[in-house]
């Protein structure tokens, strides 16, 4: 089963950005649909955004235009870019691999430890 590391999370102020990444373990990591998710105090989890095996991207409706995720199967990296960053995004932002993928976190297998990410305002 696949293993996955995020980092890159922070604290930023209002308008500004950051890159989050996701290293993954294993030889299969271009087979996975990887998924980016989030997680405020008090709230359930939620999600971001989603890319297939074949490069299909989903976003939700919150984050379009801000956040970008990508892969590179070289790498075994998933990142999310993340622009013009709003306190609500405040929250522990996980990856997650999975053979079908999408946008309930029950499609997903492996998850990493999750990185903090605050936007001051």
């Known amino acids: 089963q696949v293993q996955l590391v995020e980092s890159g999370g922070g604290l930023v102020q209002t308008g500004g950005s950051l890159r989050l990444s996701c290293a993954a373990s294993?030889?299969?990591?271009?087979?996975?649909?990887m998924g980016w998710f989030r997680q405020a105090p008090g709230k359930e989890r939620a999600f971001v955004a989603s890319?297939?095996?074949?490069?299909?991207?989903h976003y939700a409706d919150s984050v379009k235009g801000r956040l970008t995720i990508s892969r590179d199967n070289a790498k075994n990296t998933v990142y999310l870019q993340m622009n013009t960053l709003k306190p609500e995004d405040t929250s522990v932002y996980y990856c997650a691999a999975g053979l079908t993928g999408g946008r309930n976190s029950y499609e997903y297998d492996a998850w990493g430890q999750g990185t903090q990410v605050t936007v001051s305002s």
């Open positions: 294993g030889r299969t990591f271009s087979r996975y649909a």
């Open positions: 890319i297939s095996a074949y490069g299909t991207i």
